[in-house]
């Protein structure tokens, strides 16, 4: 509206320019050869503004025609960004709806009018995976790590990939390669976490375990990868941080005593079977802390020197007992045992042992048979003797190992004469 009035005013004034001109009087004349021409002044004038006004639009003509290919095909972009736009999104909601063909067709539709973009293939091989066409998605995830802006998403599909099809060299690879694409990235460090303990590699599970990891589960990783290093030194270090995760974790102070007796310091070996006897009696303890001992009464001193820290703890009785009972001091065994039942926390073990020493004192008569019958009959009615136990499924073991075999739960095999400690839980998946 504007426009048209300042036009309309600009069209007044030139009229009234025109009028005064004509009013004014005037000609231009020109001479050519021997012609002579006089136009008036306000015609010439006119002529002027007219031919100016047909150069103009000429060359605006022109500049429009040449632009137009560039315009048709910046038009034909745009339609295509959008259509393209609307094709991710429908896309998107088809696979969210969980009809994966629909979202192959529309990412497809979406890829021919966008090209390859990082969205465009992550959302191919996310419908090419959820249509179960793993080599498709496959291939758009190579497409995508092969880009600089796509390589972590690229790479993390093709982890997931591996994983799925146990594929494990090919896993830490992949693992390797999207830690260097984005380091210190959370969802990395798990799956590493999880392929460290599906490869039973327990010095990196070990590394990569979160804090909340402690206790006999961290003992536990802990001894795996002192057993799995080969440098002397660092396994010491690696059962020297087992203990100190879990003093009373007998697999970790028999491993370091072994290794102490190997070193040449039974004396120092004695001395860390002492220490974890102190924290949690296990027979194992017991068995490697006599080992060297023939003579029955030197391996009464030796019980005595092992338990003198909790000597009324019932795996210390029951040692003393034993070895008591093997040099045939009757009396001192029959004391202990007795004192151990007395305790409540006598095991099976207790009872048979009082069936073993009923055996030594009364001999083969009626009165021993009677008492032997008496106590096997209370040790089948006795609480079990404590094992390895996997607190993942309930299932017993023979001995202590890093996984279940059963349940393949790493870390959760432990020892059920001591309470359990939580110690965190382990993922492999
Ligand atoms: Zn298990």
């Avoid at 009018?113 to 995976?129: H, I, K, M, S, V």
Wanted: proline share 4%; glycine share 6%.
């Amino acid at each position: 509206m504007a426009r048209a009035i300042g036009l309309l005013i600009l069209l007044a004034a030139g009229v009234a320019l025109a009028l005064f001109l004509r009013d004014l009087g005037g000609a231009i004349e020109m001479t050519v050869g021997s012609t002579f021409v006089a136009v008036p002044l306000w015609l010439a004038l006119l002529a002027l503004v007219i031919a100016f006004a047909v150069v103009h639009l000429l060359l605006v003509g022109w500049r429009s025609l040449r632009n137009w290919p560039a315009r048709i095909r910046a038009r034909r972009a745009e339609r295509h960004r959008r259509d393209g736009d609307a094709a991710v999104t429908r896309a998107l909601v088809a696979l969210a709806a969980g009809t994966s063909d629909q979202a192959r067709l529309e990412i497809r539709r979406a890829r021919k009018l966008l090209g390859d973009t990082p969205q465009t293939l992550l959302l191919t091989a996310e419908a090419e995976r959820a249509a179960g066409r793993n080599d498709a998605a496959n291939e758009a995830y190579k497409a995508l790590a092969a880009r600089e802006d796509g390589k972590f998403l690229g790479l993390r599909g093709l982890l997931r990939d591996a994983m799925e099809r146990q594929d494990w060299p090919v896993a830490q690879r992949l693992a390797r390669e999207a830690e260097a694409a984005q380091p210190g990235a959370t969802w990395v460090r798990e799956e590493r976490a999880a392929l460290a303990l599906r490869t039973r590699d327990w010095r990196e599970a070990l590394a990569l375990s979160p804090p909340t990891v402690t206790g006999t589960t961290r003992a536990s990783l802990a001894l795996a990868a002192a057993a799995q290093e080969p440098d002397a030194e660092k396994a010491a270090e690696l059962e020297k941080q087992a203990l100190s995760a879990d003093p009373g974790f007998a697999p970790a102070a028999l491993a370091q005593a072994h290794r102490l007796e190997a070193m040449g310091s039974p004396r120092r070996a004695k001395t860390v079977l002492q220490t974890a006897w102190a924290a949690a009696p296990h027979p194992d303890l017991a068995e490697a802390y006599m080992a060297g001992e023939k003579d029955s009464l030197a391996r009464v001193k030796a019980a005595e020197a092992l338990t003198h820290a909790n000597r009324t703890h019932p795996e210390s009785r029951l040692v003393l007992a034993r070895t008591a009972l093997a040099a045939n001091l009757t009396g001192r065994a029959r004391a202990e045992l007795e004192a151990l039942l007395a305790s409540g926390g006598a095991d099976r073990r207790a009872y048979l042992a009082m069936v073993d020493m009923e055996a030594v004192e009364l001999g083969d008569s009626a009165a021993g048979r009677a008492a032997e019958a008496k106590w096997l009959r209370a040790a089948a009615e006795a609480p079990p003797e404590p094992r390895w136990r996997c607190y993942a499924c309930a299932t017993d073991h023979a001995a202590w190992a890093p996984v279940c075999e059963h349940c393949g739960t790493a870390g959760r095999i432990n020892w059920t004469g001591t309470p359990a400690s939580a110690g965190g839980t382990l993922t492999a998946s």
